[in-house]
């Protein structure tokens, strides 16, 4: 039994407002509202997908895995719990701050506190709209999107996220980053997604490297990139990936981490082999040297 989709990230930041602007006048997000100095995001039909928190950290706070049902999702914690891993029940003050029927919670080997829920709430008599004229978000069944940690023991995360979380090795690139730096980046998923999750085992400032959203057509992808190139915000310019077949680039949040923002992916097949590459992209995702 294995978590269905990644339902929801919460991030800290030192600037709610900046966020805001970004997040709805760059990325093309719905302001969601605020609550207890909380500012809320939509991408789709769920009452929210990225909650961003007041805090000086400017990092990845927790994710949220959604199970389908309770069953599973006690299923899944009493996995981790034979895994010697603290698991907690939520409370109602979290439940309701989450809109989630039931959840509960854990530390990543890394610290970052993974959520299990289920019952998320649906807003479809308040439909999504982009301030930025989106045309929509691929989620559905592949949920939000993907995220990318930095960790310090690539075995241990390894091992909690497939054998406690239930996912899946999709594959794995060795990035030679520059002459002196390769990387080893570990693929997840969880659903027909690509990657709901990589893992980069290197030092960083950060332990987000950066998150990302899939829309629904390449001109979403170009008038975003306009919007960022604007700015002199661009991290990685437009590429194709390897693995994923993403066409996608790359863009530096409020935070100082790193958008990912993209169309296009290929899914997991049925008859899907776990492969290497020796390299992220096919074409472009040069860097910029701007962000993280």
């Known amino acids: 039994m294995s978590v269905k989709k990644l339902g929801y990230l919460g991030f800290s930041a030192s600037n709610i407002d900046a966020w ?4 709805t006048g760059t990325l093309g997000l ?3 509202g605020t609550r207890n100095d909380t500012l809320f995001l939509r991408m789709d039909s769920r009452n929210w997908r990225v909650a961003v928190h007041p805090g000086a950290a ?3 706070l927790y994710a949220g895995f959604e199970a389908s049902n309770r069953a599973e999702m006690l299923e899944i914690a009493e996995r981790l719990k034979e895994m ?3 698991v907690e029940q939520a409370d109602s003050k979290l439940l309701a701050q989450r809109g989630v029927i039931d ?3 854990c530390l990543d080997p890394s610290g970052i506190k993974i959520e299990v829920y289920y019952g998320a709430s649906e807003l479809y008599e308040e439909p999504f709209i982009s301030p930025t004229g989106v045309s929509g978000f691929l ?3 592949q949920g939000l999107g993907h995220y990318v940690l930095s960790v310090e023991d690539i075995e241990r995360s390894l091992d909690f996220y497939i054998r406690g979380l239930g996912m899946e090795l999709s594959d794995i690139i060795d990035w030679q980053v520059n002459p002196d730096v390769k990387l080893q980046v570990n693929f997840l998923h969880c659903n027909r997604r690509h990657h709901s999750l990589a ?3 290197a030092p960083a400032s950060k332990k987000l490297h950066h998150f990302m959203l899939e829309v629904s057509s390449f001109d979403d992808v170009g008038r975003a990139y306009d919007r960022v190139s604007e700015k002199n915000e661009i991290v990685m310019t437009l590429g194709r990936h390897t693995n994923d077949h993403m066409y996608s680039f790359y863009g530096v949040t409020p935070s100082g981490f790193a958008v990912e923002y993209g169309w296009g992916a290929r899914p997991i097949e049925s008859d899907w082999s776990v492969v290497r590459y020796d390299s992220i992209s096919m074409w472009g995702h040069k860097f910029m040297g701007t962000g993280a």
């Not at 805001?20 to 997040?23: G, K």
């Open 20 to 23: 805001r602007d970004y997040a």
């Open 30 to 32: 719905m302001d969601a």
């Open 58 to 60: 400017d990092d990845l």
């Open 84 to 86: 010697g891993i603290s």
């Open 103 to 105: 959840l509960v919670s």
């Open 139 to 141: 989620t559905q069944d």
């Open 199 to 201: 893992l980069i085992q």
